[in-house]
C-alpha cells in the first residue's frame, strides 16, 4: 500500500509541475497621458492625422496601443498608470473572468474609476480560452483612442486546428475624430443630441490615402507571395458596422470572436463593433 501511494503521490507531483510549467506571468504596464503620438515610423508625422496635429488620450503614446499576447493558462498582470485628466478604467473585452470578476473593468460595476494621478493593477488568468480579444477604455468615450489588441495562442503543446500561419498580424479597425472625444461626448450629451460622426475610419492608428492630407499616412502590410497570413481583425469602431476587403483576394475564416468554426471561404468581412474574426 506504501508504494501504490508514493507512486500516485509522484504522478500528481509531475502533472501538477507539467501544468506549472505550461503556464506562465504576462506582465505590462500601460502609461496612460494625454499627447501626441510617438509611435509613427516618420518623426514628421507624430501627432498628425487629416492634416491636423492635436492631442489625444492614448497608452504608451500609442494608437493603437501595446498588443497584448499570451498563451492559453497564462495570468495576466497590467499595471495601468493614470496620468490623464480623464478617470478610466480598462475592460478585457470577451476575457471570462472566472473568479475574478474584479478585474473586469467597466467603470461603476466592479470597480471605482481609476482617478487621474493614481494607479491600478488588473490582474487575471486565462482559462480555457485562445484567439483574437482586445481591451479598450470602458469610460465615456475614451475607448475611440484608448484600445489595443489581446493575443492569446494555445497553451504550450498544443496547436490550432488548422495549419500553422507564416505569420499572424493583429489588424484594428478604428475611428479618428479631429476633435477631443471626451468634449465631443459632453457636448452630445448637453444638447441631448447625438455626437459628431467620426472623420476617418482607421486601419492600424492609420486613416489611408481616401482621405486629406493621408496619402503617406496608412497601413502597409509586406508580405510574401504563397504564405499564409492569419489576420486578427477587431472592429474596434465606437459604434459602427465595418467590411473588411482585400482587392483580387479571397480568405478563409477560421474563427469568429475567439471561437474557432468551421472555415470557409469569402471575399468580404462584415466585421459588427466589438467583434472579432480570424
Known sequence: MGRLVFLFASSFLLMVA????????VEHSFN???????????????????????????ANGRLPGPSIRAREGDTLIIHVFNKSPYNLTIHWHGIHQMLSAWADGPDMITQCPIRPGNKY???????????TFWWHSHTSTLRATLYGAIIIRPRAGSSYPFPKPYREVP???????????????????????????????????WPGDL????????????????????????????????????ANHKMIVVAIDARYTNPYVTDVLVVASGQTID
Open 18 to 25: 507539467a501544468t506549472t510549467v505550461s503556464a506562465a506571468i
Open 32 to 58: 496612460v497621458m494625454d499627447s501626441t503620438l510617438i509611435h509613427f515610423p516618420l518623426e514628421s508625422q507624430a501627432g498628425s492625422r487629416l492634416c491636423n496635429r492635436h492631442v489625444i488620450t492614448a
Open 121 to 131: 493593477t488588473y490582474k487575471f488568468k486565462i482559462i480555457k480560452q485562445e484567439g
Open 171 to 205: 489588424i484594428l479597425l478604428g475611428e479618428w475624430w479631429n476633435g477631443n472625444v471626451v468634449d465631443m461626448a459632453n457636448q452630445a450629451l448637453a444638447h441631448g443630441t447625438g455626437p459628431n460622426i467620426s472623420d476617418a475610419y482607421t486601419i492600424n492608428g
Open 211 to 246: 482621405y486629406p492630407c493621408s496619402q503617406n499616412q496608412m497601413y502597409k502590410l509586406k508580405v510574401k507571395q504563397g504564405k499564409t497570413y492569419l489576420l486578427r481583425i477587431t472592429n474596434a469602431a465606437v459604434d459602427n458596422n465595418l467590411f473588411y476587403k482585400i
